[in-house]
């Protein structure tokens, strides 16, 4: 009989976690994970944002117990992952992002229900359940559509609604959105808040290349390159973690009488050329604003040299801002792996 956990306990917790493997042809050892420490709280949606090769994929499957760890422990909805997997497969769900799932000559209802048996969900439960799920992901229309006869998003929108047919504790999310148009993926990020918010303990684990979604969605974030953790916090302390100010683009005419140098030194702060525009003769200008800088007085400044600025736009620091500083490069650049 399976035992429950204190309901305190947290729904996903990891100490020291670690994952390594061997070198090709005698090379040194590939270290995926180097000692992560995770604590997710039961009801949050809990962000996992890395660069490529960071080792989010490594982490996403030690936790749903497809890979040992090398060392180190996890626990999901208060039990090991490795010397209690059972009890850790009944409390989750997964949903990978371009994953190629199901029986091609199963209809979409029959792939979801069959799915709903492996974790003995009672069929009274289990059809209202998938009807539902078809009618969030918009496959009501193709529920008795063979699989094989899916284009690539109506597969991943099945994928999706797999992951929620069991109830589970703790759900994975592994790019989640992948494949899917715009309003699509708009939709199933409003369906997991409300889902998340319907029942209390429910439990997301979120990996994106949408910052934007990971923004919108998550309560906290972790980011984590080259198998450790950078920093984890709120969206929004993430943000404040970069130097504050404004960041500001101007257009300026090309062709005028400064240079880099006499500009970085007018407006008193490292400045970045952008795109030209030859069809305007102009040039984007990039710089952040410090705290409590005023526009007017680097805009005067520049003037003043001779730079003549034809537009302006600025922006708040973003969560992609706060990553780049904290990583030091884009979500889309290689890792380490």
């Not at 061997?22 to 090379?27: F, K, S, V």
């Not at 422990?73 to 992002?97: M, Q």
């Not at 990971?214 to 929004?236: E, H, K, N």
């Not at 003769?281 to 680097?298: C, I, N, Q």
Request: net charge neutral.
């Amino acid at each position: 009989m399976s035992r429950s956990p204190d309901s305190s306990t947290p729904a996903v917790e990891t100490r020291g976690l670690r994952r390594s493997y061997p070198g090709p042809r005698g090379a040194p050892e590939v270290v995926a994970l180097a000692g992560v420490d995770l604590r997710i709280e039961r009801g949050e949606v809990f962000g996992l944002l890395g660069p490529n090769g960071a080792g989010k994929t490594t982490c996403i499957k030690i936790l749903n117990t497809l890979l040992f760890p090398s060392g180190g422990e996890a626990r999901v909805a208060g039990f090991d992952v490795v010397r209690e997997a059972n009890e850790v497969r009944r409390r989750i769900g997964l949903v990978s992002g371009g994953e190629n799932s199901g029986y091609g000559i199963l209809t979409v209802r029959e792939c979801l229900w069959m799915f709903s048996q492996f974790y003995g969900v009672p069929s009274s439960v289990a059809w209202p359940r998938i009807d539902r799920l078809l009618e969030v992901t918009g496959l009501t229309p193709l529920a008795r559509t063979r699989i094989n006869r899916l284009s690539t998003g109506q597969r991943q929108k099945m994928n999706f609604a797999r992951g929620f047919v069991s109830e589970p504790e703790v759900l994975f999310l592994d790019e989640p959105t992948l494949g899917m148009d715009v309003n699509a993926a708009r939709m199933l990020r409003e369906f997991v808040l409300s889902w998340v918010r319907e029942r209390d303990g429910r439990t997301v684990l979120l990996t994106t290349h949408y910052m934007a979604e990971a923004d919108q969605m998550c309560d906290r974030i972790a980011i984590v390159d080259r198998g450790r953790v950078l920093a984890s916090d709120t969206p929004a302390a993430l943000r404040r973690s970069v130097q504050g100010g404004q960041h500001v683009e101007l257009e300026v005419r090309e062709g005028g009488a400064a240079e880099s140098g006499s500009i970085q030194a007018a407006v008193g702060v490292p400045v970045v050329w952008g795109a030209p525009h030859p069809e305007r003769g102009t040039r984007t200008l990039k710089f952040r604003l410090p705290e409590g800088g005023v526009l007017g007085d680097a805009l005067r400044a520049l003037e003043e040299i001779g730079v003549a600025v034809q537009g302006i736009s600025t922006r708040e620091t973003s969560l992609e801002d706060a990553f780049i500083h904290i990583v030091g490069r884009a979500l889309d650049d290689e890792g380490a792996e």
